[in-house]
DNA sequence: CGAACATATCGAAGTATTTCGATGTTTCTA
DNA sequence: TAGAAACATCGAAATACTTCGATATGTTCG
């Protein structure tokens, strides 16, 4: 993983909404529904389209289309890939 | 490891020049000199100072005194706990 | 088709981060 | 003890991030 990558990670993890949507996720069996959202981050619908797009741009989370609606799906890949990086720094 | 800490440490590794001086405190055996530094990130000294500061508030460096000169080492430990909670995200 | 719903995008305001030059503090050494 | 060396702190400028209201886009359903 390049350091380009670990820093777009580490940005989207270095935000309280963004780790909340994330511990929410796995709550929800790793599928969370853009509505959803709304109940635990207490902010308005663009603030909340803006982080769901940071921690899919970092590939943290999957979107599916499903009509009208957006499932997202946490993306395990990405954080072994992620968690892979960290552990080269120790010696 | 609470949300704060995470995020602490998730801000200190969003960025280069700081990912930077985590790598070659692998290279270097995890001892680094402030002075060392110098010779791989483009930066000017109060600005090195400042990103050597935030790593260590994020415990994720150690610093110890030597006379006039600043040593830091790698904390192990703290990138294991960093990496357990990623973990927990999975699941 | 038209209204309602779900989400995305835009532009602007507020806030935080990065960087620097100038200066302060501590420690070593001649 | 004076000067240099190593590092920290301060204040300001530039840049980036977060958040919002307004509005646009795409989808469902009557």
């Known amino acids: 993983m390049d350091a380009k990558k670990v820093e777009k990670i580490s940005k989207a993890l270095a935000d309280p909404n ?18 959803d959202v709304y109940e635990f981050v207490d902010l308005t619908q663009p603030s909340i389209s803006h982080h769901l797009k940071l921690l899919t741009d970092a590939e943290l989370i999957i979107p ?14 990405m954080i072994d890939q992620y968690v892979n990086f960290l552990q080269t720094l120790k010696s």
Do not use: A, H, P, Q
């Open 18 to 35: 963004r780790l909340l949507i994330l511990k929410e996720l796995r709550k929800n069996k790793n599928c969370l529904y853009c509505t």
């Open 64 to 77: 599916t289309k499903e009509g009208r609606n957006m499932k997202y799906t946490l993306n395990n890949k």
